[in-house]
């Protein structure tokens, strides 16, 4: 694996952190970053839809694509470098559902109309998406899922109910994994759709979370069709497609940036603040904290390096990409918690509090990362795949 930058990549990396420092100071007030700020409240969203707007513009969601679908054809490298430098600025202007899972599973497996009617309008952050695939009954276990889609003509009638539907209440579509052979069990008989999310008899519902924030959503669909050419794939077998969204999922660069600023804030923390006369960071414990703290972003940071490198070389990163999600659930759990110790009891203050240090952020984060464990895939499935695909243990 090489860190060393080119020449070229040198000045496109200032570019970015250019445009961030400057772009960030235009933030709503109190911003702490992460998908939740994009999607919780309704002055969230228009920053995100501002900045992916400036992004596009430049040609920055789409880095790595093919220029025919509004891409810049630029090294898998270059983008991985664009998304540690944005989120490690914590900017919006990112739809992670269309632009990290969809897209590169639309380039892999999309047909060249399906290609040419979505890739543009996510290259130019103009369509935003949300991902149908967990169910009351199908969580983690997402082969168990029962929402069906039964064909009629060139149409699918789609029923069923779909949870904890990130973002769904913005969306503009939403790609899902139904059951289209009613008669297969598991993982067969599973196809993969785009549907429109204007479509008559989708009934959105909210799921607040424990922090108050209206992210998650109930889907209900009610007799929806949906166009048999929004299929991606061959019918039944969109396990294969599943999975291989899912993958493209989990580079992590954007989290792992952002948990080094985490801990860059908790550093400054400790050397402004006063114990008996002396600086917290001068204190033997505190710097052992912070030590671990400096390790585990750094480390997590490699990792996602590693993934994006592998990619660059052609390989897919299977088992090291699940292996990035797994110690970035965990560490950024342990970070949040160590942040958490080391602020005190200023660390219960809420957002917008005048004596909340870092804007209130871990007392939001600490209620937030309980989730980091099973979002986006829970670490016991993680290890799953790391132990089949990385190590090639035989399954149970």
């Keep these: 694996m090489d860190f060393q930058l080119t020449p070229e990549q040198v000045v496109l990396r200032k570019e970015f952190v250019d445009f961030f420092e400057a772009e960030m100071k235009h933030a709503p007030e109190g911003w702490i970053g992460g998908e939740e700020e994009v999607i919780a409240t309704d002055e969230g969203w228009a920053f995100h839809k501002e900045m992916a707007r400036k992004l596009g513009e430049r040609g920055w969601i789409a880095l790595a ?28 202007g990112i739809d992670v559902f269309g632009v990290s899972m969809l897209a590169p599973t639309l380039l892999a497996a999309g047909t060249e109309e399906q290609k040419k009617e979505h890739l543009p309008y996510i290259a130019r952050g103009e369509r935003a998406w949300c991902q149908g695939w967990s169910e009351p009954d199908a969580g983690s276990d997402l082969a168990n899922l029962s929402t069906r889609a039964i064909k009629e003509g060139d149409e699918y009638v789609l029923n069923g109910q779909k949870t904890w539907t990130t973002g769904a209440h913005y969306a503009d579509w939403c790609f899902a994994v139904v059951r289209t052979d009613t008669a297969s069990k598991r993982s067969r008989g599973l196809s993969f759709l785009l549907i429109d999310m204007k479509s008559p008899g989708i009934t959105i519902r909210p799921l607040p979370n424990m922090v108050g924030e209206h992210m998650f959503n109930e889907v209900y669909f009610d007799n929806v069709r949906v166009p048999v050419k929004n299929r991606i794939g061959p019918e039944n077998q969109g396990w294969a497609v599943t999975r291989a969204a899912m993958n493209f999922e989990r580079s992590s660069a954007e989290f792992f940036a952002g948990s080094k600023r985490l801990v860059e804030e908790v550093v400054e923390f400790c050397k402004e603040t006063k114990r008996d006369g002396e600086p917290l960071s001068k204190n033997p414990v505190v710097r052992h904290k912070l030590a671990a703290m400096v390790t585990k972003a750094t480390v997590g940071l490699t990792w996602a390096r590693q993934v994006a490198w592998i990619q660059h070389k052609g390989g897919l990163a299977v088992a090291e990409a699940s292996a990035a999600k797994v110690f970035g659930s965990e560490s950024g759990q342990q970070l949040t918690y160590m942040g958490c110790q080391l602020l005190g009891t200023h660390a219960q203050l809420k957002r917008g509090s005048h004596w909340a240090p870092l804007h209130g952020s871990l007392e939001t984060e600490y209620q937030r990362c309980v989730g980091l464990n099973f979002g986006g895939g829970t670490s016991e499935i993680q290890r799953n795949v790391i132990a089949w695909e990385g190590l090639k243990l035989p399954r149970g």
């Design 65 to 92: 694509w093919p220029k025919e679908y509004g891409g810049q054809e630029r090294p898998i490298m270059d983008q991985f470098m664009f998304n540690e430098v944005r989120g490690y600025y914590r900017s919006p």
